[in-house]
């Protein structure tokens, strides 16, 4: 009995776990130019936490970030909208890295914002 109680409890928690992430393996689900509904529909409505900012043209950007696992690992994903649409997504190392200098502006721009606002809350 105590063993099934312990088993029990040990699969609860990861499932608890999994539940507030999306698989490394639906990151083909998304696809440039969705909506916010659309990716909720792709790959659930999990964002862990969610800011916007506002460009000097008008330009409105909206920055989720997931929890996202690969076996055991999990990690903090970004997904970023321009004026409403999916425009990129990755890891944070991945906007900083690109050769689009738009996106590499936005990557360190996204990460000074959430430092701002959020400290080292988000995970």
Not at 68 to 80: D, F, P, R
Not at 94 to 116: A, H, P, T, V
Request: proline share 1%; with cysteine.
């Amino acid at each position: 009995m105590r063993r099934v109680l312990i088993v029990s409890v040990f699969l609860m928690a990861i499932v608890v776990c999994l539940a507030d992430s999306f698989d490394v393996d639906e990151i083909d689900r998304l696809e440039k130019g969705m909506t916010p509904d659309a990716v909720d529909e792709a790959i659930g409505d999990r964002a862990i936490n969610w800011m916007t900012m506002m460009d000097f043209d008008g330009t409105l950007w909206t920055i989720k970030w997931y929890k996202i696992h690969s076996g055991e690992i999990s990690n903090k994903y970004t997904l970023t909208f321009k004026d409403g649409f999916l425009f990129y997504w990755g890891y944070q190392h991945e906007y900083q890295r690109s050769k689009d200098e738009e996106i590499n502006k936005l990557g360190k721009r996204i990460l000074e914002e959430e430092r701002k606002r959020f400290g080292n809350r988000i995970k």
